[in-house]
């Protein structure tokens, strides 16, 4: 429970930096900074482990957002930074930049998509899958490959919380549990 807590208090800040990003046309700007903030905390483990200590007062992290942000990013992506340290939500930071991120996609009618195929498809089958996927879901998808050889062939996409699994390898599964149900019963 806490955990969804945590990413419906991140949406809501999310929500509300991208509504006044939106106003100031500045939404994809606020989105390369949101990214490059979420790098920041994500890949500085004691960076991560300081905006999440409760035993760290809000002066001190105050002191830390003037010194590593101040003057670095956009006064919108700075006051919000600032307001969520006096809320004590600035170990939220990361998610907060994932939520905003997935909100304005949406907003975009963008959608992102993994794609697993058995070996790397060329820049113009990407393509090709990317245009088919789009039209199918009738939004933008922005697609993500992976290899996977045990998938044999085909291609297994997921969508959001969907998997759609084309493979080689579900197709001869589902021929296996259909040729066992069909085999003659031993008395």
């Known amino acids: 429970m806490a955990s969804t807590n945590r ?3 991140a949406s809501h800040y999310a ?5 006044l990003a939106g106003e100031r046309q500045q939404a994809p700007a606020i ?9 920041i905390v994500d890949g500085t483990p004691s ?3 300081f905006l999440r200590d409760p ?6 992290r105050e002191q830390m957002l003037q010194r590593i942000f101040a003057n670095r990013v956009s006064p919108l992506v700075f006051n919000t930074m600032r307001v969520m340290n006096i809320k004590g939500r600035l170990g939220l930071l990361a998610q907060v930049a994932e939520q905003y991120q997935e909100l304005l996609d949406e907003q975009m009618g963008k959608i992102e998509v993994d794609v697993t ?3 790397r498809l060329d820049p113009e089958t990407m393509e090709l899958v990317r245009q088919r996927v ?4 009738k939004k933008d998808a922005i697609v993500h490959q992976y290899v996977d050889e045990s998938i044999i062939g085909g291609l297994v996409l997921k969508v959001e919380d969907k998997l759609i699994d084309g493979s080689v390898r579900a197709q001869l599964n589902a021929m296996k549990r259909k040729l066992m149900n069909a085999a003659p019963q031993q008395s």
């Not at 929500?15 to 509504?19: F, T």
């Not at 989105?31 to 790098?39: L, P, S």
């Not at 035993?55 to 001190?60: L, R």
């Open 7 to 9: 990413v419906g208090v």
């Open 15 to 19: 929500k509300a930096l991208l509504d």
């Open 31 to 39: 989105a390369e900074e949101m990214r490059g903030i979420k790098e």
């Open 47 to 49: 960076l991560s482990a």
């Open 55 to 60: 035993g760290i007062s809000e002066q001190e």
């Open 117 to 119: 195929v058995a070996h």
């Open 134 to 137: 789009s039209s199918a879901l």
